[in-house]
């Protein structure tokens, strides 16, 4: 089986550098190829892919900007492969990735995959806090993950496998960003594919975003659901409201402790919660500072994510508003 690796990049060099790095050293004794899509960037990395190019089987395309799911699509189309792998350009590669998916195909072979992402040691201490916030089973992370059966996971598409037959029955992901992988699983599913958990094929996830950076990209992630369950109301799910429902369980548990402080038994189960959070990632990460930032990151995540979640909701659901009219910032244009 020949694998494409599937790169979209926008304005991101120096991720391309570490990524094709880490892909100059990957242990799979098979040939692969690589095709990365310059996304309309302004700043390209076309020199950095030259550099790699006697080391990698490479291809580089530059197009105008259509957003990352289009360009995923491009560069399957272009693909000479059988099974398409699809990568974030902040990701990094640990050496025995392949080797794990073509492990995996070859016991329970199916037509789309997503693998789980880490942290190195090397990444900064936000990065890492980040990291905690999108992945424990504290988080939203982790009641993702326990409400995805294994068998029935939705592949994020910074670590995704798509067989060609896949993509072309499908047509691969549509313009909604974000939200256009649990969009393309849903399809596929609809379409009689399967989906499944490749836990072991983890990748390095950069997330090269600041605070601020972080707070925009969870609330377009709880805008973009209330959108997929309207399209999609059979894969609703009540822990889609978890983030929403613990804000506003906060504000109100401050609340009733102001107007009378013998309503503190709210506000002291939050307390429990966020000690819990510090205590788990000081534990993993082994830094009482990457701890406490995880409180702010899981705070920024839930606060995100549960108010674009409740805007969304009110005009999607309840107005019946029109996706791209009310959250044109949502699609792009093909």
């Not at 789309?112 to 988080?139: E, H, R, V, Y």
Request: proline share 4%; hydrophobic share 40%.
């Amino acid at each position: 089986m020949l694998y494409s690796l599937i790169i979209p990049v926008y304005n991101r060099p120096d991720e391309v550098d570490e990524l094709l790095e880490s892909l100059s050293k990957l242990d799979y004794n098979e040939d692969f190829e690589i095709l990365l899509i310059e996304d309309g960037s302004s700043i390209k990395c076309e020199d950095v892919v030259k550099n790699y190019s006697e080391k990698l089987n490479i291809s580089y395309y530059y197009k105008e900007n259509s957003g990352p799911g289009d360009s995923r699509n491009y560069g399957m189309k272009k693909a000479r492969g059988d099974y398409f792998i699809i990568f974030d350009s902040d990701c990094i590669i640990p050496k025995n990735y392949l080797t794990e998916v073509s492990n995996a195909l070859n016991e329970g072979y199916v037509d789309c995959f997503g693998g789980p992402d880490k942290a190195l040691d090397t990444f900064s201490d936000i990065q890492k806090a980040i990291n905690f916030a999108m992945t424990s089973f504290l988080t939203t992370g982790g009641i993702r993950g326990g409400s995805e059966k294994i068998d029935k996971f939705q592949p994020r598409s910074f670590n995704m496998g798509l067989s060609r037959k896949a993509f072309e029955a499908s047509n691969g992901f549509g313009n909604i960003h974000p939200g256009e992988d649990p969009d393309l699983s849903i399809r596929l599913w609809n379409l009689g594919f399967e989906t499944r958990l490749f836990s072991k094929a983890f990748v390095y996830h950069k997330r090269r975003i600041d605070w601020s950076k972080f707070s925009m990209q969870v609330n377009k992630f709880g805008k973009a659901r209330p959108i997929l369950n309207s399209w999609y109301p059979q894969h609703n799910k009540l822990t889609f409201f978890f983030p929403t429902v613990f804000i506003i369980g906060l504000f109100l548990s401050v609340l009733l402790y102001i107007l009378s402080q013998k309503f503190d038994y709210l506000l002291q189960l939050y307390f429990v919660y966020f000690l819990a959070l510090f205590l788990v990632s000081t534990y993993q990460n082994k830094s009482f500072k990457i701890g406490f930032l995880s409180i702010k990151a899981v705070w920024k995540q839930f606060y995100g994510y549960g108010t674009g979640f409740l805007e969304s909701f009110v005009k999607i659901i309840i107005m019946k508003q029109k996706p791209q009219e009310a959250f044109p910032e949502l699609f792009f244009k093909k």
